[in-house]
């Protein structure tokens, strides 16, 4: 079975940089990534983007990019980038439900990820 | 504990950020070196900062919230001073430089950037809080804690700025000295002198606006610099403190200003701003004149000041420092006693100075111990001197001035310098002034003690001079009292019967003190003294302070002729004749009364007269028994001479009326019928000597110069104080009424003092008129006054008395000016006056922004 370490970085994750903040604890990390999952911006985007609230829309969008960045998760990062910059704008644009369907798809990684890393910790070797 | 020390030492840091993970995060990163609290918003941010206010060493703060967004967060705490030192950092993202700018300049002191960077975090607070802190340190210094306004050494560096930017303008500098401050303090309490000095803070800033700058200096000590554009009237000031007593619930403040004109640059800031502030004392005490300008008289007497204050180690170094002797006589026969010895400034230059001058400048900067020190040595040396010539052994008085009191070695200086000469301790007589007990009773007390124990003779200087009490002389072992000649001179013209003089010499009497009148300079002035008993006269009526030489002239060398000088007249004792024909009658009444009298005892009344034209004055009482054959006969010799004498007599006999009778009628005293008991005898002979009234008229007479108010009469503050220990629980519910009487300065348009003291009088009239006799009546302050009425039981009857007593003080001032309130609190005695005064402040002060009361 993967590490910790081992499965960070296949996910795509820069193992070093993200648990320096993190104080190299692991589990604080799992505590942070628990935490996110009950975080509820995602759905905040979700709702303010079918409502065509682009206010809201870039606080919420705003606000989790901050979160992710902050836990490491680059593509989802990434993902999440690609719509605040447009929304900082407040443009107009089609394209927000693509854009936020790409975070959906990548946040379920995430969860993915979650559930690995959770496993590997409750079952160290 | 530890734990508990770590918690109240660590600094707190404040986190604002709406995101659960991201504050989570900033606490774990923070959490090991800083207390961290934590707010979802702006709106919670701003509670934990009233409740923490400037203990909050940073705030971390994200701009994008909900509820209360950054920017107005931070724009709300940059406006308030409480808060607006904390600096704050901004947490952004990485992805937009107009936030970070715009977050800097809402007044961030920095940002740090998502995702975050924990050592880059940790360093960036270190180094703000540290920079806070110094800053806070230099501001702490630059700025008064209390006032806020600039501490004195920042003032003088932003005068001198200012001078040198602008050399071509002119400026004045004004400061002000609030007057008997500590008296403030006393009286209120330290926070009610810290307002008072934030009230006149406030004056400042408004008064002066953007046209200059203030600062504080030491305790009740402002300045300011403005530019020189107008006349300064009396009434500006004025204005100003009518200003500052109506905020400061009209406590009577007096402030005196002081205006140094900058016109060259060539004074230091530090000598404009002294020179001001002595311009500002130069007024101290002087009614009506609230400012001053420094100027070229103020300038000459600080010039010649300080040409003193140069020549003067210089001078005792060279001996420029005479001794004048100004012999004291017995009054009895003209001898000479002793004398006092002097200073004179023998400058070679200036010629002789006027001690007038010098001494009160030598007390001021401490060189009066020097001085004192060398005429002691002088002295004694002139003493040796007479021994080795042959002159008889008069004992010399010094001064021992105030300082000197409280110079630790006191005693061992003065023992040492009589040991040098090889005199005895009691030949050298210490004065000390009456205001030393003042200052520091037990001080003195202690100190005298010591050098009565050592020998020496104290004399009391300024005895009625200022505040006498008979407490002092209680307290103070001395042994000659000096009569002020101010004090004698006022006495002589009064009726010799009523004078206090008279009392004060039969208090003497009693405590086997010898009086010496000093500054006589009228022959009517000797006689009054002679006829009253006074032992001792020293003025220019027998001879103005002399060289020692010429003094020595008025001696003749004479080898031991035991002549009585000063201090042994006063342990002689005072005489008690008893003339009875029961030798064991006499012998009980001896040894009641030989503690106290020297008693004589006759067997007849014509020995009885002999014996008192012999003691001649210093009989203090007869007690002549009516059974002897010649008893009423010399009862009726001592009432003729008693004209002269005035001796009680207390005829003693059987208890018959018709005898009891004519005894007193043919003059006795008072009549002690026989047998009685010798306590009864000495009460009685207390009385006829009038020892009695020690709580009596004549010590009322004497007490009420402390007690009262000169100008109403009424008890000042002082006196209700002690008025008040006598109040008892039988007279409560008191009713504590205080009245301010405002805008008395402006009778006739004008502060005219002489208008303002009839007013005064008035409304002194007008508060006796309308309170019983049992109240106590005070005139507290300047224009304030205190009713205390007994027995007054609701607090409504109580207010509506003292409205009406304000209706009637109104009424008084003739509707010119005065408007009276007054602040009414029932009061059980049980609790401090200083706090029911602090009440009817309150009630006064609510009174008074109701604008209520009149």
Not at chain 1, 24 to 39: A, I, R, V
Not at chain 2, 137 to 151: A, E, F, K, P
Not at chain 2, 719 to 745: H, I, Q, R
Not at chain 2, 795 to 803: F, L, M, N, R
């Amino acid at each position: 079975m993967q590490n910790f370490k081992e499965l960070f970085e296949a996910y795509g994750a820069d193992y070093q940089d993200t648990m320096s903040r993190f104080m190299g604890n692991e589990t604080m990390y799992l505590k942070f990534l628990k935490m996110l999952f009950q975080d509820d911006n995602l759905r905040k985007l979700g709702e303010a983007i079918d409502s065509g609230n682009l206010e809201a829309a870039f606080d919420a969008a705003h606000t989790l990019k901050g979160v992710v960045g902050n836990m490491g998760l680059t593509p989802l990062y990434k993902a999440v980038c690609d719509i605040v910059q447009p929304l900082r704008a407040r443009e107009e644009r089609e394209d927000y439900p693509l854009l936020y369907q790409a975070i959906q798809k990548e946040f379920l990684k995430v969860e993915e990820l979650g559930k690995k890393l959770n496993r590997g910790n409750q079952n160290p070797g | 504990m530890q734990r508990c020390e770590t918690m109240l030492s660590q600094k707190k840091i404040l986190v604002v950020e709406d995101n659960a993970i991201n504050r989570e995060m900033l606490r774990a990163i923070l959490s090991a070196e800083y207390e961290v609290l934590e707010a979802k918003n702006g709106k919670e941010a701003l509670e934990v900062l009233n409740e923490f206010g400037e203990n909050i060493s940073l705030i971390l703060l994200d701009i994008v919230m909900p509820v209360m967004d950054g920017y107005t967060f931070l724009s709300v705490v940059k406006e308030n001073s409480a808060y607006s030192a904390i600096p704050v950092i901004v947490t952004t993202q990485s992805d937009g430089e107009s936030d970070e700018v715009t977050a800097l300049s809402h007044g961030a002191a920095d940002f740090v950037a998502k995702p975050y960077k924990p050592q880059i975090i940790l360093h960036r607070v270190a180094s703000i809080i540290n920079l806070r802190e110094t800053a806070a340190m230099i501001n702490l210094i630059q700025y008064d804690r209390l006032t806020g306004l600039y501490s004195k050494e920042f003032f003088y560096q932003r005068v001198k700025e200012i001078l040198i930017r602008n050399p071509d303008r002119e400026y004045d500098i004004v400061c002000s000295d609030i007057e008997n401050f500590k008296l403030v303090n006393d009286a209120f309490g330290i926070p009610a002198g810290d307002r008072l000095l934030c009230d006149v803070a406030a004056l400042y800033k408004d008064r002066v606006g953007n046209r200059g700058i203030c600062g504080r200096f030491n305790a009740d000590q402002f300045a300011c610099l403005l530019e020189h554009r107008w006349t300064y009237t009396n009434d500006l000031f004025l204005e100003a403190l009518n200003q500052i007593n109506e905020l400061t619930n009209a406590r009577n403040v007096v402030m005196k200003w002081g205006i140094y004109r900058v016109k060259g640059r060539s004074a230091s800031v530090e000598q404009m701003c002294d020179r001001a502030l002595l311009a500002a004392q130069s007024i101290k005490g002087q009614y009506g004149k609230y400012f001053a300008e420094y100027n070229d008289e103020l300038r000459n007497k600080l010039l010649r000041e300080q040409a003193i204050t140069d020549e003067m180690e210089q001078a005792l170094e060279q001996g420029q420092f005479e001794i004048y002797l100004q012999p004291k006589y017995r009054i009895k026969d003209d001898s000479l006693a002793g004398a006092e010895a002097l200073v004179r400034w023998n400058h070679p230059k200036w010629g002789i100075q006027s001690p007038a001058e010098f001494i009160p400048l030598f007390e001021k900067n401490g060189f009066i111990t020097k001085l004192d020190q060398y005429v002691w040595d002088k002295t004694c040396r002139v003493l040796h001197e007479w021994e080795d010539k042959g002159y008889p052994e008069l004992s010399v008085s010094v001064n021992v001035s105030r300082a000197d009191i409280y110079h630790a070695d006191l005693v061992g200086i003065l023992v040492h310098t009589v040991k040098k000469y090889g005199l005895p301790p009691s030949r050298l007589h210490l004065e000390i002034t009456e205001s030393a007990y003042t200052e520091n009773p037990k001080q003195i007390i202690d100190t005298v003690n010591n050098l009565r124990e050592q020998g020496f003779v104290i004399e009391m200087d300024d005895f009625g001079s200022g505040y006498s009490s008979l407490n002092m002389l209680n307290d103070m072992p001395i042994d000659v009292l000096k009569l002020d000649m101010k004090f004698i001179q006022n006495e002589t013209a009064k009726p010799v019967n009523q004078g206090i003089l008279r009392f004060i010499m039969g208090l003497a009497r009693w405590m086997n003190l010898s009086v010496v009148a000093e500054g006589v300079e009228t022959g009517e002035q000797l006689e009054r003294l002679r006829e009253i008993g006074c032992d001792f006269v020293q003025g220019y009526f027998f001879a103005k302070p002399m060289p020692c030489a010429e003094f020595e002239s008025l001696m003749v060398p004479q080898g031991g002729l035991a002549r009585q000088s000063v201090s042994e007249m006063g342990r002689e004792k005072q005489v008690l004749l008893v003339a009875d024909e029961n030798e064991e009658y006499r012998e009980r009444v001896r040894k009641t009364f030989e503690a106290r009298y020297e008693v004589i005892e006759c067997s007849d009344g014509a020995e009885a007269l002999e014996k008192v034209a012999e003691c001649n004055r210093q009989v203090t009482a007869v007690i002549l028994s009516l059974e002897l054959s010649d008893g009423f006969s010399a009862l009726e010799a001592l009432r003729i001479e008693n004209c002269v004498w005035n001796i009680p007599v207390i005829g003693t006999g059987a208890a018959d009326p018709e005898v009891e009778e004519m005894a007193l009628e043919q003059g006795a005293a008072d009549y002690a019928a026989k047998p009685h008991t010798m306590k009864s005898l000495w009460k009685r002979v207390i009385r006829v000597t009038g020892f009695d009234c020690w709580i009596g008229e004549e010590e009322t007479l004497l007490e009420n110069e402390v007690y009262r108010d000169h100008l109403t009469s009424l008890l000042n503050r002082c006196g209700l104080e002690m008025a008040v220990k006598e109040l008892k629980k039988e007279d409560t519910p008191l009713a504590f009424c205080l009245f301010y009487v405002g805008n008395l300065k402006w009778v006739n348009g004008e502060s005219d003092c002489h208008s303002k003291n009839l007013l005064l009088k008035r409304i002194g009239e007008v508060l006796r008129r309308h309170t019983r006799k049992a109240d106590m009546v005070s005139r507290f302050g300047e224009d304030e006054f205190v009713v205390i009425m007994r027995q007054l039981g609701s607090e409504e009857t109580a207010v509506k008395k003292g409205e009406e007593i304000c209706r009637k003080i109104e009424l008084c001032a003739g509707g010119v000016s005065g408007k009276c309130i007054c602040g009414t609190e029932i009061w059980d005695v049980d609790e401090p006056m200083s706090e029911v005064v602090e009440r009817a402040y309150l009630a006064l002060y609510r009174a008074k922004s109701k604008n209520a009361g009149g």
